[in-house]
Structures are given as structure tokens and as C-alpha cells.
């Protein structure tokens, strides 16, 4: 079993930055795919990020390509997400996820059977 816990959300204006962290704990994530996910309010979930457990595989919806980039340290057991340029539509709750390293794709929410319990990421027009 993997737990996870989101920390870094908060309120942020317009074209600002923030840095999620998903700390894990329970085993090492480095045989995990890892991916990053978001809810906003009466949407279904969505697909944010994700890294493969060798990290020579990303993947990103098209909404964050070239503003967000994930990443992992096997060393401190935990994953990131860096958000750059947040936009108002950015707001979410957004959740950590794990799968095992045989999951595959990416990008598919009902292949991770491990969620955290989500951090609140709100951006100001």
C-alpha cells in the first residue's frame, strides 16, 4: 500500500506560480508511474500530469503543456508539480495518484488505485 499526501495549494493571482508536493509513504515510489490530477467544481475529474517509475516517460493534457512540469525524487519519496503562468481555469482540487510501473497509459484515472486526499489550488483573475 501507498500513501500519499498533497501539500502547496493555495490562492495565487493570475500568471503566478505554485509547487505541489505528493509525499509518499508505505513503499518507495520509484517502481510507481506517478500522475498528478485535478477536480474543479462540478466537472469530472481530469488529467493533469504524469511520470513513468524510470522518468523516461511524461505525459501532459494539452491544457498544461509547456506551463506545468512534473517531476520526481526517489530520494525524498516524493513527486512534484511546478505550475507556472496559473490561469483563473487552473483552479482545482488537485490530486496525487500512483500506479504500479507496469500501468500504462499515462494518463488514464481509473488505472491508479492510489490517491491522496487532494490540496485546494485557487487562482485569482
Known amino acids: 500500500q501507498v500513501q500519499l499526501v498533497e501539500s502547496g495549494g493555495g490562492l495565487v493571482q493570475a500568471g503566478g506560480s505554485l509547487r505541489l508536493s505528493c509525499a509518499a509513504s508505505?513503499?518507495?515510489?520509484?517502481?510507481?508511474?506517478m500522475g498528478w490530477f485535478r477536480q474543479a467544481p462540478g466537472k469530472e475529474r481530469e488529467f493533469v500530469a504524469a511520470?513513468?517509475?524510470?522518468?523516461?516517460?511524461?505525459s501532459y493534457a494539452d491544457s498544461v503543456k509547456g506551463r506545468f512540469t512534473i517531476s520526481r525524487d526517489n530520494a525524498k519519496n516524493t513527486v512534484y508539480l511546478q505550475m507556472n503562468s496559473l490561469r483563473p481555469e487552473d483552479t482545482a482540487v488537485y490530486y496525487c495518484?500512483?500506479?504500479?510501473?507496469?500501468?500504462?497509459?499515462?494518463?488514464?484515472?481509473?488505472?491508479?488505485?492510489?490517491w491522496g486526499q487532494g490540496t485546494q489550488v485557487t487562482v485569482s483573475s
Open positions: 511520470l513513468s517509475w524510470s522518468g523516461s516517460s511524461t
Open positions: 495518484a500512483a500506479a504500479s510501473r507496469g500501468t500504462w497509459p499515462l494518463n488514464r484515472g481509473d488505472l491508479y488505485p492510489y
Open positions: 508505505g513503499r518507495t515510489i520509484n517502481n510507481y508511474n
